[in-house]
């Protein structure tokens, strides 16, 4: 199961990581809102320390409420952080119905023009 949550709330979110390369090896997952209040850089050094892959995850909650600026801004400095050296991958978390259509579009184009490294 690669999307345990929770390492914003310890002290060593390596701890946690370990336990998810233990049942997933093959790459390193983290999302909103952990990967935002910890900061992409802590699962970027840890996967490159590894030498697995990064998948980041945008949000459920942020897309669904944020402005589109905030997403693209957001999507962008995930994917500049992450996709350094690449091996790296981003997804949007579990859109749901009441997330505004422009929010979507501006993560989209936000992948579209910084998403190549």
Request: include cysteine; aromatic fraction near 10%.
């Amino acid at each position: 199961m690669p999307n345990w949550v929770g390492e914003k709330y310890l002290p060593d979110p390596a701890a946690l990581f370990d336990l998810k390369l233990q049942v997933c090896p093959g790459f390193l997952e983290g999302q909103d809102p952990d990967v935002a209040a910890i900061g992409p850089a802590v699962y970027k050094d840890y996967a490159e320390k590894k030498g697995v892959p990064l998948v980041l995850g945008i949000g459920a909650a942020f897309l669904a409420l944020s402005r589109p600026e905030e997403v693209a801004r957001r999507v962008q400095h995930y994917i500049e952080v992450g996709g350094k050296n690449g091996r790296f991958a981003l997804y949007l978390c579990n859109i749901g119905a009441t997330t505004p259509p422009e929010n979507v579009a501006a993560a989209v184009k936000a992948v579209h023009q910084y998403g190549t490294y």
